[in-house]
């Protein structure tokens, strides 16, 4: 777990509470005070999935060949779910994406490939927030 700072925090109490929203994370502290987290702000970070896929979509409307822009369209789709999801994709996932995405431009016109380039930023944006590795 990322260590967060005090402002970060909220809801201090000396005794386990219990933690009435999906959207809270709890962390006990040595002195077994509960510090509670709010994550809204991280779903603020949500956004850059949204502009990742809506991206996606523009590409998908810009290419010629079918098959890309089905692969498109479901990369879109998919990342669209994940924006709108409780929880949005692990490291694993968002690095899948990318290497989808890195793929789709070697073979796409340059119209494409700065809509894809896009969305990647957007990936690696949200990426840099997510916990983990």
């Not at 089905?70 to 899948?96: F, K, N």
């Amino acid at each position: 777990m990322n260590t967060f700072g005090v402002s970060q925090w909220i809801g201090v109490s000396d005794h386990h509470e219990p933690v009435s929203e999906r959207r809270d994370r709890v962390l006990v502290a040595p002195n077994r005070t509960v510090l509670r987290r709010s994550l809204q702000p991280g779903r603020m970070t949500r956004s850059q999935l949204q502009t990742a896929s809506d991206h996606l979509s523009t590409a998908a409307e810009k290419t010629d060949e079918e098959s890309q822009r089905e692969r498109l369209t479901d990369l879109a789709d998919q990342i669209e779910t994940l924006a709108e999801a409780d929880h949005g994709p692990d490291h694993g996932r968002l690095a899948r994406f990318e290497n989808a995405l890195l793929e789709i431009n070697r073979d796409a016109s340059a119209a494409v490939v700065e809509e894809v380039t896009a969305a990647h930023e957007a990936l690696k944006e949200y990426r840099s927030g997510v916990e983990g590795v």
